[in-house]
């Protein structure tokens, strides 16, 4: 008799523990994903500052505070020297054209001026003498795209590695970042310009009621048992 009591009294102790164990981690994932949330919304709400403002002078240089930043700049293209990177875009597969400008200083800045399909990788439009790029400042995507390692040495390329590029095309003084070049006053020519994907998937508000929702059924889950335990 003594024995059984125990056991019916012990039981909730660690039921009790184990609850509220779960209720707190789940109430904090809960408060993480609300803070992710007012990050998110932040970060979308200054992207699109960045995008709709009047462009500024490319830079030396880039940190994540520039990217999607509008820019400007002035050179002359080495069309010789364009990289073709494999694409899927809202036009189909194709390859970005990613061509060196090299500015009146002598430094090097990667323009992606592009889209082409895979049909017309050799005929596109490769203005000559000084031109003006203006579009939307991009950070190097290092590594290759997703399964799929870039291959310079056969010339194969999955994502806009500007390091690698460089390397590869023997550019000195290249800026660590490129341009998504604007769309040109003719959409259809080639290369095709303006078509930045800038989308940013916000689902943090439906995880953190999922969570909070799952600290909810654990607790009315404990207080559910608790209330037989009681019973005689």
């Not at 709400?45 to 400007?72: F, K, L, Q």
């Not at 189909?92 to 592009?114: A, E, K, M, Q």
């Not at 439009?125 to 390692?149: C, K, Y």
């Amino acid at each position: 008799m003594t024995s059984h009591s125990q056991g019916r009294a012990g039981f909730p102790v660690g039921l009790t523990l184990i609850a509220a164990l779960l209720f707190a981690g789940l109430c904090a994932l809960g408060v993480w994903q609300v803070e992710r949330l007012a990050w998110k919304r932040d970060l979308i709400a200054r992207v699109d500052a960045r995008i709709h403002a009047a462009p500024v002078a490319a830079p030396g240089s880039a940190t994540n505070a520039d990217e999607y930043r509008r820019v400007r700049a002035t050179g002359t293209f080495l069309h010789d020297r364009a990289t073709l990177v494999q694409a899927s875009t809202v036009r189909g597969p194709g390859f970005w054209v990613l061509t060196p400008l090299r500015r009146p200083d002598g430094s090097i800045l990667l323009v992606n001026r592009g889209f082409v399909p895979h049909d017309a990788r050799t005929r596109y439009a490769r203005p000559a003498g000084t031109v003006r790029i203006t579009g939307l400042l991009r950070l190097t995507e290092p590594g290759g795209g997703f399964l799929r390692s870039n291959d310079p040495a056969a010339d194969r390329w999955y994502s806009r590695d500007v390091a690698a590029i460089a390397a590869a095309r023997t550019l000195p003084a290249t800026a660590d970042y490129f341009i998504d070049a604007d769309a040109g006053p003719q959409p259809d020519a080639l290369p095709v310009g303006g078509l930045t994907v800038i989308r940013f998937p916000n689902n943090h508000l439906v995880y953190a009621l999922t969570w909070f929702s799952l600290a909810a059924m654990v607790a009315g889950a404990y207080i559910l048992l608790m209330r037989q335990s009681r019973r005689p």
